[in-house]
């Protein structure tokens, strides 16, 4: 396809994420993250730690979600539970995960 570079999925995939109310859903958002992962494998082998990295996020995020998928919805009630029961800054956290996915 002409025109067609390894962003495409991702650029499409951006106009999914946000709610009506503008909130950022879990599942478009951690849909986009995956379409990233063929981009980084295009820097080649010195960057699997990188991949790696972000698809153990991605899978972080994408269990809790699966947890409970009305209740995780939005990634702000992801954020909201782990602040109230204050794991929110553990290295192993939801809110961890996504702190370095956003990066």
Same mark, same amino acid.
């Given at each position: 396809? @002409?025109?067609? =570079?390894?962003?495409?999925?991702? &650029?499409?995939? *951006?106009? =999914?994420?946000?709610? $009506?109310?503008?909130? &950022?859903?879990?599942?478009?958002? !951690?849909?986009?993250?995956?379409? &990233?992962?063929?981009?980084? $494998?295009?820097?080649? /082998?010195?960057?699997? !730690?990188?991949?790696?990295? &972000?698809?153990?996020? *991605?899978?972080?995020?994408?269990?809790? +979600? /699966?947890?409970?998928?009305?209740?995780?919805? +939005?990634? +702000? #009630?992801?954020?909201?539970? @782990?602040?109230? =029961?204050? =794991?929110?800054?553990?290295?192993? #956290?939801? %809110?961890?995960? !996504?702190?370095? !996915? %956003?990066?």
């Amino acid at each position: 396809m @002409e025109g067609t =570079t390894v962003f495409a999925p991702a &650029i499409e995939g *951006i106009k =999914t994420v946000k709610s $009506d109310q503008g909130e &950022i859903m879990s599942q478009p958002f !951690l849909e986009v993250c995956k379409h &990233i992962l063929p981009v980084i $494998d295009k820097f080649g /082998a010195a960057m699997a !730690l990188v991949k790696s990295d &972000i698809g153990g996020n *991605i899978s972080r995020l994408e269990s809790k +979600y /699966a947890s409970n998928p009305s209740r995780f919805n +939005y990634l +702000y #009630s992801l954020v909201q539970v @782990e602040v109230e =029961t204050k =794991t929110a800054k553990s290295s192993s #956290s939801c %809110t961890n995960g !996504l702190l370095w !996915l %956003t990066r």
